[in-house]
């Protein structure tokens, strides 16, 4: 059964929503616990352009946690699920925050100057999110795509 979204401000609620529409939202809002329930024990996570590797429930939820400090409204480009295979892509919308910055920090991310200065900034990269279901519905496998060198080129 194919699942095709168009672009809807309102697909994160109800019968459109599909598995990763509800970890995005979920993230965004600081529901967690919504966010957690979506995530097989071992989910992998492969984040591009970095070619990182985040293994296990807790590790993603760690990352998941970071991202859930900065001020987001993420807007749905498109939401498709297609038995266990799905595609999300969306516009990341947010403001830098004090903890995504640490976090960032610990991570290593290549902040293109002082990241203490993007701090309140706000920034908009598309997204998409290529991901598994495992047999009880869970999240097992995403990919992530994004252009980091955009997101740095937007901030002052």
């Known amino acids: 059964m194919s699942q095709i979204q168009p672009p809807n401000d309102n697909a994160e609620v109800g019968q459109r929503a599909t598995p990763l529409s509800t970890l995005i939202f979920g993230v965004a809002s600081g529901d967690m616990g919504a966010?957690?329930?979506?995530?097989?024990?071992?989910?992998?996570?492969?984040?591009?352009?970095?070619?990182?590797?985040?293994?296990g429930k807790k590790a993603v939820m760690t990352w998941l946690k970071a991202g859930s400090t900065s001020e987001k409204k993420p807007e749905i480009i498109n939401n498709v699920l297609i038995g266990k295979w799905g595609v999300f892509e969306y516009w990341n919308v947010g403001t830098a925050t004090q903890e995504l910055i640490e976090f960032g920090e610990k991570q290593g991310w290549p902040f293109p100057r002082d990241p203490s200065s993007l701090i309140g900034q706000k920034y908009r990269v598309a997204q998409c999110f290529v991901y598994h279901l495992d047999d009880d519905g869970r999240i097992d496998l995403m990919r992530q795509y994004l252009d980091a060198g955009s997101v740095w080129a937007q901030f002052k």
């Not at 329930?37 to 590797?53: C, G, H, R, S, V």
């Open 35 to 55: 966010v957690e329930a979506q995530l097989a024990d071992d989910i992998e996570w492969y984040q591009m352009p970095y070619n990182q590797k985040v293994k």
